[in-house]
Nanobody, 127 residues
Framework: QVQLVESGGGSVQAGGSLRLSCAAS????????MGWFRQAPGKEREGVAA???????SYADSVKGRFTISQDNAKNTLYLQMNSLKPEDTAMYYCAADLGPVVRAGTWNEEDEYNYWGQGTQVTVSS
């Protein structure tokens, strides 16, 4: 049974940092590409960042230079280091897994590409 469990969310002030984690189980983690999405109240879910199994990464323009996606295959865990947080980063953050090379294919920010999803972790940034 595939499970993705996010953690690390919380409330911070603008300019602060958080590191999100996504623990994966039930499948061969290293074979999958992973992504982070977020959804703010009243808005559609959007892609934040993704990483392919070969380490290729891609980011939304809104987070480039502030967020870093990484993974530890030995721990089956995906991370999102978020620095210089802004109030507009406030959202529920989700991790997702896909068998295809979503970064190399250029489809990393398309929800329908992903096979599995976590339940999300809330990030709130106050000004």
């Amino acid at each position: 049974q595939v499970q993705l469990v996010e953690s690390g969310g919380g409330s911070v002030q603008a300019g602060g940092s958080l590191r999100l984690s996504c623990a994966a189980s039930g499948y061969t983690y290293s074979s999958y590409c992973m992504g982070w999405f977020r959804q703010a109240p009243g808005k559609e879910r959007e892609g934040v960042a993704a990483i392919d199994s070969d380490g290729s990464t891609s980011y939304a323009d809104s987070v480039k230079g502030r967020f870093t996606i990484s993974q530890d295959n030995a721990k089956n865990t995906l991370y999102l280091q978020m620095n210089s947080l802004k109030p507009e980063d406030t959202a529920m953050y989700y991790c997702a897994a896909d068998l295809g090379p979503v970064v190399r294919a250029g489809t990393w920010n398309e929800e329908d590409e992903y096979n599995y999803w976590g339940q999300g972790t809330q990030v709130t940034v106050s000004s």
